[in-house]
């Protein structure tokens, strides 16, 4: 549930605003509308419509280092551990296919590695917080 410190809101409107200049972006850069360009929009605008829900959903408990505010285990939480950071390699991969730009594939596989790194350290810091309730989700759900 979103949290009614007033650094939540802010926040939350920055993220869109610098989510729909990105789409934005997207649309304006030249080239064909083929199937690979509509296939990669369309995979960004569905990825970054659910990493929204997903930060939403996580409210208050977002951090930007591990923290173990809450165990969210609702929503798109209840199916997978970490979406923000699955959709937004998933919207990464959107924008590389309809910028048709082969090396920006090398960033996006710099980012999943620092992904899961991530994800496990967040794990560790919940697992020691929430102990057999941690584990028992994560075996629940996926990455």
Known sequence: MP???SSF???VILQLLSASVLLGLIFAAP???DLQRLGGAILAFVSLCLLGVSRFQLGRSFSVTPQARALVKRGI???IRN???VFSGLMIAGIILVLRRPVLWFFLALL???QIVRAK???RVLEEHFGEEYRAYRSQTWF
């Open 83 to 85: 979406p923000i950071y």
């Open 9 to 11: 809101w802010p926040l």
């Open 31 to 33: 080239g064909p509308w």
């Open 3 to 5: 949290s009614n410190d």
């Open 77 to 79: 939480y209840s199916r």
């Open 112 to 114: 999943i590695p620092i």
């Open 121 to 123: 350290r967040e794990a």
